[in-house]
Structure formats: structure tokens, C-alpha cells
């Protein structure tokens, strides 16, 4: 599983790709319209963008965490994280349970945190990262707001396809999360605002669907002692964003989401400081971050303060707010803003605010990446800095999660045309995303689910549903993670498609952000005449999860020995049951024969897997008992009902018989009803019974006399 604790090490090497020359002329800064830019006929896409954008959000139903999620549009993802919604309000222990906040600031907001006395705290709900379970900040908040801002700039492309309830759903429950997650006092200030839950190191311990895991999850807050305006600033973006995307839909709603953005806003401007994540997504600052939300605020509320904390400057013309952290070194690094994603959101600040200044500087930065992607000729004729295409044309920033990086450079692209007409950019957009969709050296789709060539092993834990730890168990993956993107190729169009590769194969949150965006971008301008796929389905076919396998340790005269396993295979979705019991047949009739009766009949237990296991204990043993009316034919009834089950339970036991008068045994299996087909092998037999809470579920009985 991933260790992308290193990620962000190889994001600081790519940074070095962009070589920053001077500033030079903004003469050719802004763009006129299509109509003067003599471009050719629009290109045509070669994959139903509708139908790749139809499915694309699917991936965000697959990365839901909390209650609520059993009965959703995947029938392989249920509740799970359960344990986040009563975190206990206390101090992180040595068994990492509880939180970050001190005793003592617990104490000081305890009326604030726990207005009812639980002892705990709620939050639930959101997103899990990516393969893995962690609900981290920086990445959650971006996807978030980034999802957002693509609904809020291609809103058409989302009605037009019949996917704008959708992706409103996934945006609300996102955003819920967020207010969630957001404690404030009585004036409506923020006192904390959680923006993790879960904790790497912990977390990649195992292999297993969130829904079945039990593992420590701590709780990280931004307080006025732990500050995190990183994390506090894109949420505000977030739920700003989200306000402007239903300001007309569910204005009660969006005005909660406006007040609480503000509010989150605040806390993050009055407690300046970076976010835990553990070292996974450890953050180069919060000046983007601020600025996103400010924009956003901006945009929702026309409050002159928002914009001026971006663009402020002295008496000398030099930036004092946001834009300080780029712009006021020297010219030759103002375009050096990365791409725009999790730890970076620049690339999406300044395509909202250039459109509002109209100044050139914002503008060039604006278009400067976007040239350094595309190969569209620098504004500056002298750069001659752009990103190397792989042998295939697909740009390549960082090997690690390439697709996402590039699909982040489409949707700025696309966005930069609604705002310019420039068509360049969008055109090259719509030849990365064929690319991304299957037109590459590898012929595969990265986008899972999509197509026959689709990558078919994504590293998700909740996809592949192992039973047994093992990222190779099962060989193919129980369930299609639907729309999910993987990492991507490498510079030489290599990708890996194996579900233990994190850097080729993982999927995450961030990931898809972009890409959901683009491909509504994409649909708007080249998706004329496309329809998503009327016969898209996330059914799956039912599987009895409950099941019986044995075998034969030993048999004689004297007694029989078996092992049997108890499987209780859930996997729509995974769940513990409770209520599970098995019944043994045997008949008695040769014991009969000679004057034996059933008082002669035993059971041992020679192994019992349930007690060794954690809120494990021994199985209950019940019987003998006559079946129906019969003299002959008996069970014993192994029970355990008492204990929740997932997977498999192992059970070792011996019918023995006593002696006979005659000095001798007289015990034969042959005829004993579970018993037939039995071998030294261990397979599935329909003769030994399951129930649940007394129904049978699999099995045979044997006929009743």
C-alpha cells in the first residue's frame, strides 16, 4: 500500500522542470477571441466524453467513509469508520485514541465541543484519501473545492449529460463533512475545525475494506494552539464554492455554507500555521490556499476586503498580501506557481482573479503554465522553456500520479478558454484526455472501469476486497472500481498495471478532482451529439456470502474427526454478521443395532479458531438432537451467533463413541448424512447447513422421517 510519504519529495524535485526566464513583453499577455486567432476546425474527440464523464463521479461513491454509505450506487461499499463518530475528546494516547487538542483547551472549549456531554466528538462522513482509509486534510479540502469549481465553471456539461443530482450529492456530502468537522462558539467564530481523521503509519498496516477494519483513528484539529490555515483555507474555498453552486437550487443551504466559510476564513487568517498529515502531504505553505478561498469569498460575496488581502500592496508597489509568497522576488519567478493541485492551488487562484483585475501580470501568470504544458508558444518569444512530451505526446510532470497533474493542466486550460476563447489550450486539453481514455503506446485507459482495456488493478484496498491481508488475494479485483483514475505513465509511456504499485496504479481524491472537471470542460466544447451511456449499471451479481468447507482429519470405528470452515464472505458490502450457526448430521443406526443409543455419542473440540481472536470466544456446542421424529438420525449445532464474523472461522472437532458391551466399536460414518463427499481435502460441502438467526442460508438438510 502506499507510503507516499515520499511523494511529496518527488513533487519538490519536479518543481525543478520549470525553468523560469525573465518576465519580458505582456504585450501578447491577453487573448482575443477564436474568431481572431484564426483557428482551425474544432478537433473531434475519439471517446464519448459523456459517458466518461457519466462515470467518472462514480469513483467519489467509492471513496465515501461514515454512516450513510450502505444502500448507495455501489452495492460493494457500506458504513464504515464508525468509530469517527464518537472520537473520544481527550488527549491522543499511547494507543493514538483521542485527539491532538490539549487538556487543557479541551477544558477551556468543552462546552463548544461537546455541547451534550457525550465525551466525544462527531466527524464522520467525507472522503478516504485514496487506496487507503486516512481522511487527510489538504487533499480532501482540494478535492472538495476543486470538484466545485469544475461543476461551477462547466455546469452545462453536467445538466446537458443528466449528471448534475449526482454530482451535487457527492458535492453536499463532501461539504457536510466540512461543517461538520467546524466547531464554533456562540458568535459563530470557529474555536476548531478537524481536518484529519486516521493516521498513515496506523493506517497502511493493512489491507482490508474500510468497513471490516478496526484500527485507531485520531482526530487532528486546528485550534488557536495547533493552527492549520492550510487545511482552514481550503475548506473555506470549499464551502464557498459550494454556496455559489446552489445559491439558486437550495439558498438555505448555501447560506449555511457561506457563513461557515467566512467563519472558517477568519480562524485561518488569525491562526497562521501549517497542518499534520503525518508526512504525507506535508504542505510548502498556506498563502495559496488563503488566496483560493479569498477569491472564492470574493466572487460569492463582492467584499473588496477578500480581494485585497490577494493583491494588496505598499506604498512601493510591492505585494503585501497573498501574492507576496510568488510575486515579489524577482520577475523571473512569478510564472514558477507548479501546476495546480493539492499542495499547490495557484494555477486555479489566478485564472479566477486575472479575469477580475485584468491585470497582465495576473494574466501571464495565468497562461504561463498552461504554455509550458502545451507547447503553445510562450507570450515572451524568447522562452523556450516547455515540459517534454513522452515518446506517445502525453505531458509528464511527475512520474508519481502523472494523470492527475495533467488532467489539472486541461481543466486550467479549459477554464482559461471560457474566460479568453483561446482555443489552443483546449484543443491540446482534448488530445491528453484520448490519450488518458486509451490513444496511447500502452493501449490502455486509465480510467478504470471505462473500456476493455481499461487498468483492471487499481491499488484500493475496498476494490480488491481481500479476505487475507493480501494485495495479491485475490488475483483479480471482487469489485470495478468505477471512473477511478489511476497514477498514470511515466515518461516513456510505461505504466504498470498491478494492484501493489502506489506510484503507477493508485487512485485518491485528488487524483479525479481535475479530471472530472476536464471531462465536463471537454464534453461543453467538443461533446456536441454525445450521450453517457443509458445502460450503465453498477450492479453487481449477487454472491451468497455463507458457506461451508471441510474435510477429513481422521476416521475409524471409534470415532470421526473433521474440520470444518465457516465462511462469512460479505462483499455487498463487507460487514460483520452476527447470528451464524452450523449443524453436523450423523446417523446412529449401526449403533442401533447393537443396543447402543445416542447417550453413547460425544463431541470433542480440538481447535477453535473464534476464541483466539479479538472479541473472539469459544463457540457454543448444542446436542445432541433428534432430527424430526427419526431414532437415527441426530446433529450437533456449533453456534456463533454471539460473535460478529467476516470471513472465515475454523473449527476442529471429533464424534466419538464409546464401547459397546461387546467390548468393541461400533461407530461407522458412512452413512452419516454430513459426511458424504467428504475427503483429506478441504472443499465445499452442501451437507453441512448454515443458518442465520435460524434461517438456513446454505446447505441441505437431510429428508425429516
Known sequence: MSTRISRRE????????????????????????????????????????????????????????????????????????????????????????GTNMSASFIAAHRQVLDPTGKGSVDVSGGFHDAGDHVKFGLPQGYAISTLGWGFYEFRQAFVSTGQDAHMLAILRWGCDYLMRCTF??????????????????????????????????PAYFATSETPASDMCGQAAAALAIMYLNTQSSDPTYAAKCLDYAKALYRFAVANRGLGYSGGFYNSSGDSDDLAWAAIWLYIATGQQSYLNDIIATDSSGHYTGYLKAIMNSTQDNWQNTWVHCWDAVWGGMFLKLAPITNDPKHWYIARWNLEYWSNVPHQDPNDKNFLKPTPGGFMVINTWGSCRYNAAAQLCALVYRKYTGDTRFSDWALGQMNYILGSNPMNRCYMVGFASNSAKHPHHRAAHGSFTNSMSDPPNHRHTLWGGLVGGPDTSDYHDDATNDFVYNEVAVDYSAAFVGALAGLYYYYGAGQQPNPNFSTAETPVNPFFVEALVNQDSNQSTQITLTLHSDTTQPPQFVTGLKVRYFFNISELLSVGQSISSVSVAIYYDQNQYLPNGGPVAVRGPYAWGNSNTVYYYEFDWSAYPLWYTRDLEFALIVAIGSDYKYHWDSSNDWSRQGLTSTRAVTQYIPVYRNGTLVFGQEPPKS
Open 10 to 97: 518527488l513533487l519538490q524535485q519536479s518543481r525543478n522542470l520549470l525553468v523560469a526566464l525573465p518576465l519580458g513583453s505582456l504585450g501578447a499577455a491577453l487573448v482575443g477571441m477564436e474568431s481572431s486567432l484564426g483557428a482551425s476546425a474544432a478537433p473531434t474527440p475519439q471517446y464519448n466524453l459523456a459517458a466518461a464523464l457519466q462515470m467518472s463521479i462514480y469513483f467519489y461513491d467509492a471513496q465515501k467513509s461514515g454512516p450513510g454509505v450502505t444502500g448507495g450506487l455501489l452495492p460493494w461499499r457500506g458504513d464504515c469508520d464508525l468509530s469517527d463518530t464518537a472520537v473520544p475528546l481527550q488527549p491522543k494516547n499511547s494507543n493514538n485514541v
Open 184 to 217: 464554533r462558539d456562540s458568535s459563530g467564530n470557529v474555536v476548531a475545525f478537524c481536518y484529519q481523521v486516521g493516521e498513515g503509519s496506523i493506517d497502511h498496516t493493512v489491507w482490508a475494506p474500510p468497513e471490516v477494519e478496526n484500527l485507531a483513528r
